[in-house]
Nanobody, 127 residues
């Protein structure tokens, strides 16, 4: 099992930037990919971005493409750089990890793929 701890969420103004961090511990050598999901009040949890090793392939939701960047040199930490934030980005952001190794990226865009989850970090974008 992998333990995940998110940090970096805070209140930011529209157009601002934030960098979220996810620290992983435990059996991280078993991790195939890690992802970020978010859940806004009254809405379902949605995919934001994912990264897969060893090639560091990445995927993004259409709503964040060009604004968010996922990175992670190893399986112990993953980051989400978020730029040009808007009120629609307000949500609790969750980090997730999976040991499943799929040949295509679509599987990493669904929460069912992930077995380890962090507690989440709140991002609030105000105008």
């Amino acid at each position: 099992q992998v333990r995940l701890v998110e940090s970096g969420g805070e209140l930011v103004q529209t157009g601002g930037s934030l960098r979220l961090s996810c620290a992983a511990s435990g059996r991280t050598f078993t991790t195939a990919a890690m992802g970020w999901f978010r859940q806004a009040p009254g809405k379902e949890r949605e995919f934001v971005s994912a990264i897969k090793w060893p090639g560091r392939s990445t995927w993004y939701a259409d709503s964040v493409k060009g604004r968010f960047t996922i990175s992670g040199d190893n399986k112990s930490a993953v980051y989400l750089q978020m730029n040009d934030l808007s009120s629609e980005d307000t949500a609790v952001y969750y980090c997730a990890a999976t040991t499943l190794n799929y040949p295509v990226g679509n599987y990493y865009q669904t929460s069912r793929t992930y077995s380890s989850w962090g507690q989440g970090t709140q991002v609030t974008v105000s105008s």
